[in-house]
Nanobody
């Protein structure tokens, strides 16, 4: 069983930055591709970014490309999402997800484990 715990959410002004972290409690973290998804009120959960198990490949939603950066530190069992130039459309609960021995993907069904989420609110 893999437990994922997100942190780093909060309230930020438009144009500001936040860094989210996702800590995984698993010994084989380096065998999991990881992803970030988000869900705004009244909307479906949507893909944000994903990173391969080795960190060698990344994938981004068009809406965050150039503003968000996904990264991971395998020895620390932690994944990050650096978010810059935030705007109101980025307001959502952000979830991290882990997929065992799959490539980085935007497909929710490919992920085996999910965190509880962390709220990000961008004020104008």
């Amino acid at each position: 069983q893999v437990q994922l715990v997100e942190s780093g959410g909060g309230l930020v002004q438009a144009g500001g930055s936040l860094t989210l972290a996702c800590a995984a409690s698993v010994r084989t973290f380096s065998r999991y591709s990881m992803g970030w998804f988000r869900q705004a009120p009244g909307k479906e959960r949507e893909f944000v970014a994903a990173i391969a198990s080795s960190g060698s490949r990344t994938l981004y939603a068009d809406s965050v490309k150039g503003r968000f950066t996904i990264s991971r530190d395998n020895p620390k069992n932690t994944m990050y999402l650096q978010m810059n130039s935030l705007n109101g459309e980025d307001t959502a609960v952000y979830y991290c997800a882990a997929g065992y021995e799959v490539g980085p993907t935007q497909v929710k069904g490919m992920y085996d484990y999910w965190g509880q989420g962390t709220q990000v609110t961008v004020s104008s």
